[in-house]
């Protein structure tokens, strides 16, 4: 194994913003805004702010599935933030989520609206709202939330550990690598050991552990997320392939992560949504066209 060895930390760590990988210019080590911007509000009762990355589809898929299944109050108005341009730091988005972190929703139907940041938070109250995709007896709740913690909790292995060493950082390192990889090939072992007897991630009902969980390791292993499907040989995990491909195939699934979506093929570019006739009539290549 290679290593480095001409890197001693120092006493005290200093924040070198040019330190390099993707993000080096937009992450700091404190918080707070840098700017001052306030967001905008559309005609709908809910008000998301977010982009498409793992978290981001998340809320976007949920809000179109509550859509298809009726619940007229999950209309939403999406408004992109983008993060490489430091939306983020925006006094207005601080405001509604102080960890500066997408996605963040606004819910104006309340009396006062309601700040929910955090993904997981965000699909448990929309479920609860509206009284759908989570199980209604106490031991299907449970085993519900218990695997939507489980993604809330493992996902940072994946994402800020093997995505960012894999993918986003300015050189390979070999351990970073191997630790994260060997991590993340657990994760989804639990997952098909899990799936191999359910349908879905909790049982046999599709509920908001499977969207909670679906943008990261699904499309993990259908080589969306960081193109590793080959180096994790995803194709050996026959139950997380099957379900992944399944909720895949569902049309408000195709629909949600389009939304806020500002990269590749301009047809599945939706930057913002206000209606439902957008995804027709102004996606991207419609716009530039």
């Known amino acids: ?6 890197y001693t930390p120092p ?3 200093q924040w070198d913003a040019e330190s390099g990988g ?4 937009i992450n700091r080590p404190i918080a707070g805004a840098t700017q001052d911007k306030v967001l905008p509000v559309g005609k ?7 982009l498409a990355t793992p978290n981001g589809v998340k809320v976007t898929v949920m809000l179109e599935e509550l859509l298809a299944m009726g619940h007229t109050g999950a209309e939403y108005d999406a408004h992109l933030i983008k993060i490489g341009d430091g939306d983020q730091f925006g006094s207005g988005f601080v405001e509604l989520n102080p960890n500066s972190k997408i996605p963040a929703l606004a819910d104006h139907s309340t009396e006062k609206p309601t700040r929910v940041f955090e993904s997981g938070s965000i699909l448990l109250y929309l479920a609860e709202k509206h009284g759908a995709l989570i199980p209604a007896d106490p ?3 449970t085993e519900c939330l218990n695997w939507l913690f489980w993604q809330m909790g493992s996902a940072p292995y994946l994402g800020g550990g093997f995505g960012h060493f894999y993918r986003y950082a300015p050189f390979p390192i070999e351990y970073c690598i191997d630790r994260f990889t060997m991590e993340t090939k657990r994760q989804l072992d639990v997952l098909d050991r899990q799936l191999a007897d359910n349908q879905f991630i909790s049982g046999n009902d599709y509920n908001i552990a499977d969207i909670a969980i679906w943008p990261w390791y699904g499309r993990l292993v259908l080589n969306v997320v960081y193109e590793a499907a080959e180096f994790l040989e995803a194709e050996s995990y026959k139950n997380v392939m099957r ?11 195709k629909r949600g992560v389009m939304v806020n979506k500002a990269m590749g093929p301009l047809e599945g570019q939706l930057h913002e949504r206000h209606d439902a006739s957008d995804f027709e009539l102004r996606t991207q290549d419609k716009l530039e066209g």
Do not use: C, F, N
């Not at 194994?1 to 001409?6: A, G, K, R, V």
């Not at 709908?44 to 977010?50: E, G, I, K, T, V």
């Not at 379900?243 to 699934?253: C, L, N, Q, Y």
């Open 1 to 6: 194994m290679s290593e480095q060895t001409d």
């Open 11 to 13: 006493k005290v760590w």
């Open 22 to 25: 993707r993000w080096s210019k």
């Open 44 to 50: 709908h009762p809910l008000q998301l702010y977010s």
């Open 139 to 141: 031991a299907g709740r």
């Open 243 to 253: 379900w992944a491909k399944e909720i895949d195939a569902r049309p408000a699934v």
